[in-house]
């Protein structure tokens, strides 16, 4: 096991995303880099240059647990701001940190930042407990892991809120938006529920509001992308490799399965947790394709390689791209060991970890929010063998017996009680899609955080003014104080 784990490390791969902190191309663990596409996170462009930004970064401190008096510990998380804009009585807009290293890009590109050059909004972005460097304990061991709770996270936005209220704009009565991605989506949306007194409206881009047991549905939308950008014939081609391969294992042909695909170790029909980890791998592999880049080209091209093969089976025709598609592997890593392994190490400072998030942000699907891609649906391409059984195996492995199925759907079940769901109750908060989002519908193709350019359509046009409608409506919406007797 050692050896295939150097060998994974050795073997970098430079992402699509890009992060902060590290200059050149990031590397990381080939594992790691598909595990982390599949949930919207902010893209930012590759050229962007962190040494030139004009953002400042500041440290806030806060406690470590804010639910238990008796504890009075206290850490630093970190956070940015850009007052160029800044007008006296001008408003405060937060793009909020969600489960990755905090990302000052937005609050100096994109729509937010124009819309806070109209408004003279002072901008700031936060980073996350336990992400980046915002960390409240020194090794990420599974007991340390207890502060990691988006209650908890809700909290520190709340208290920085005031803090730049009072401290830093100077001004209480400063209207406060939110601007949230992805899983900092569902921050901005329950932030906005909590604390109303500190937020006036929240803007929603791909929101993640809903947890999810079993997120089956995304691997249907990830078949609906492969038919719409791609082909009907490339949906089936993808479809039939996947049932060959079921069948052939099946009957027990597993050393022909191995051989095709060359496995780091020969896959064990009996282990069903490897079975279903090489399925999903494969999976990861054509849906990390297909929303690369938040672009329809590698759908295109993904199907254009397939239809292009000149072998006589579809199932040697997938193996031969994903040879490919992963071309500075030895050998593939597809087994149950080693995607546990990447998700296991403790230390704060592993790429994995500072960079990637992983052991934090599967930490937080484990207890809190489910949204585990399996393939349980009928009406999708990647076959019948991605189940909860392997996710349910997943969070145990990595984090201790006691995350039973059981304790995950608890937690999930929770987090909509907590939150409602999909029925928040809210108002002032806007939902929008950016971009080719399994999550959400896709007919707005150009990333809706982008500023407004000459390249847009005239309905992706419509939704930026709307956005900015909207914050302008909320920043101007009258307070009204409950009155003394
Ligand atoms: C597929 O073949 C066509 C025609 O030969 C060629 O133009 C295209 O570049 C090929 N596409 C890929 C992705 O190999
Ligand atoms: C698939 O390849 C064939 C033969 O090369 C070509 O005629 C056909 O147009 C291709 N189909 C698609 C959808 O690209």
């Not at 496995?263 to 494969?282: G, K, Q, R, W």
């Not at 997943?394 to 006691?402: H, I, L, T």
């Amino acid at each position: 096991m050692a050896l295939k784990l150097a060998l994974l490390a050795t073997l970098l791969v430079s992402a699509t995303v890009a992060f902060p902190e590290l200059r050149n191309p990031v590397k990381m663990t080939p594992i790691a880099k598909k595990m982390l596409e599949a949930y919207p996170i902010p893209e930012v462009p590759k050229d962007y240059d962190r040494s030139q930004s004009r953002s400042i970064g500041t440290m806030f401190r806060t406690r470590v647990d804010h639910f238990n008096p008796q504890n009075r510990d206290t850490f630093e998380f970190q956070y940015y701001s850009n007052d160029e804009y800044y007008q006296p009585g001008g408003p405060i807009f937060i793009f909020v940190g969600g489960n990755w290293p905090v990302e000052q890009y937005y609050i100096e590109h994109g729509h937010f930042h124009d819309i806070a050059y109209y408004e003279n909004a002072w901008l700031f972005a936060n980073e996350h407990r336990y992400y980046g460097s915002s960390l409240p304990v020194e090794d990420l061991s599974t007991p340390n892991l207890r502060f990691l709770t988006v209650e908890q996270a809700l909290v520190d936005l709340g208290e920085l809120i005031y803090h730049i209220r009072h401290n830093v704009v100077r001004d209480d009565n400063a209207r406060v938006i939110l601007l949230g991605v992805g899983y900092a989506g569902a921050i901005a949306t329950w932030m906005r529920q909590r604390y109303p007194h500190l937020v006036d409206g929240s803007w929603v881009s791909s929101g993640q509001v809903d947890a999810r047991f079993d997120f089956g549905q995304h691997a249907v939308e990830v078949g609906g992308l492969i038919r719409d950008h791609g082909n009907d014939e490339c949906y089936s081609q993808i479809w039939r490799a996947f049932r060959t391969a079921e069948a052939l294992l099946d009957a027990g042909r597993t050393e022909t399965v191995s051989e095709l695909f060359n496995t780091c170790s020969p896959i064990d029909e009996e282990n069903m947790l490897d079975v279903e980890t090489f399925f999903f791998s494969i999976k990861e592999a054509i849906q990390t394709e297909v929303l690369s880049e938040q672009n329809v080209v590698y759908t295109d091209r993904l199907c254009q390689t397939l239809n292009n093969s000149t072998e006589s089976t579809d199932l040697q025709t997938l193996a031969n791209w994903v040879h490919d598609h992963f071309y500075f592997l030895d050998c593939m890593p597809f087994d149950f060991e080693s995607s546990t392994e990447i998700h296991s190490i403790v230390d704060v400072d592993a790429i994995e970890n500072r960079i990637l998030g992983l052991r934090q942000r599967y930490y937080q699907f484990c207890t809190e929010f489910g949204w585990f891609l399996t393939a349980d649906s009928a009406d999708q391409p990647f076959g019948y063998r991605i189940t909860m059984y392997l996710f349910s195996n997943f969070c145990k492995a990595v984090y201790g017996e006691w995350l039973t199925a059981e304790v995950v759907a608890d937690g999930v079940h929770l987090t909509n009680m907590h939150f409602g769901g999909k029925d928040p109750r809210i108002a002032n908060v806007l939902f929008t899609n950016g971009g080719l989002d399994p999550v959400r519908d896709i007919s707005i193709t150009d990333a809706d955080l982008n500023s407004i350019s000459g390249y847009n359509s005239p309905e992706l046009l419509a939704a930026k003014k709307q956005i900015h409608d909207y914050i302008v409506s909320w920043l101007y919406e009258p307070v009204v104080p409950i009155e003394e007797n």
